[in-house]
C-alpha cells in the first residue's frame, strides 16, 4: 500500500497534466493548473532544502579539523547567507542587480571561459590522427576554422559557400536528429514514468 499510493498519485497527476494539453476542457484544465502550481510550490521547497544541504556539508567542513578546502566553504557560506538575507530583506534593489551584473555574471563568464581550455584539450585528444575518421574530423574542423576567419573570401569564394553548404545541409542535419532523439528519449521517459514502469519517486 505504501508503494502503491505514490505510484496512483504519480499516474493519475502525470495524465492530467497531459491530457490538460490535448483537451480543451476548463475543468480539466483548472486540475491541471493547480497541478502545475503545486510542482513550482515543491520546487521551492527543494531549492529550500537544497540551500540547507549547503550549509550543513560546508558547515560539517567548518568545525572538522583538517579538512581541506575550508576557505572556500566559508567563501560560500557568507555568500549565500549575504545574498539570501540582503535579497529576503530588500529584494529588488539597485544593490542586487549590481551583485548579478558586476559580480554573478562575471564569475559566470570566467567559468565559462575555462571551458575553452578543455575544449581545447580534447580537441588535442581528438583530433590524433589513428583512424579515418580522425583524419575526417581534422580536416573538416581546420576549414571550418579557416573559412570563419575575416579574410577567407579573399584567399577564395569557394570557401564560404562551402561553409555555408556544411552549414546548412549536413550540420543542420545532425542537429535536427539529435533533438529528434532527445525528443524521442524524452517521451520514452515519461511513458515509462506515466505507465510505472520506472518508479523514481518510489525510491526505485
Not at 505504501?2 to 499516474?11: E, G, Y
Not at 503545486?38 to 579539523?65: C, E, K, P, Q, W
Request: aromatic share 8%; net charge positive.
Amino acid at each position: 500500500m505504501r508503494k502503491a499510493l505514490p505510484i496512483l498519485a504519480a499516474v493519475v497527476c502525470g495524465l492530467l497534466v497531459l491530457v490538460d494539453f490535448f483537451v480543451p476542457d476548463a475543468r480539466i484544465d483548472a486540475v491541471g493548473s493547480i497541478l502545475t502550481e503545486g510542482t513550482i510550490i515543491l520546487a521551492a521547497f527543494a531549492l529550500l532544502l537544497g540551500i540547507l544541504n549547503i550549509l550543513s556539508v560546508h558547515g560539517r567542513r567548518l568545525v572538522t579539523s583538517g579538512e581541506r578546502g575550508r576557505p572556500y566553504s566559508v567563501v560560500l557560506i557568507v555568500g549565500l547567507l549575504v545574498t539570501l538575507a540582503y535579497g529576503v530583506v530588500v529584494p529588488a534593489s539597485s544593490t542586487m542587480a549590481w551583485l548579478f551584473d558586476f559580480v554573478y555574471l562575471p564569475l559566470q563568464a570566467t567559468l565559462a571561459a575555462l571551458l575553452a581550455f578543455f575544449a581545447v584539450s580534447a580537441a588535442y585528444r581528438a583530433f590524433r590522427l589513428r583512424n579515418l575518421e580522425a583524419v575526417i574530423l581534422l580536416l573538416t574542423s581546420l576549414f571550418v576554422l579557416l573559412a570563419l576567419l575575416p579574410f577567407s573570401e579573399a584567399i577564395t569564394p569557394i570557401i564560404p559557400n562551402v561553409r555555408d553548404w556544411l552549414f546548412n545541409v549536413p550540420v543542420a542535419a545532425g542537429t535536427r536528429g539529435i533533438i529528434l532523439g532527445v525528443a524521442l528519449g524524452t517521451i520514452a521517459t515519461a511513458l515509462r514514468v506515466l505507465l510505472a514502469v520506472d518508479r523514481p519517486y518510489a525510491g526505485e
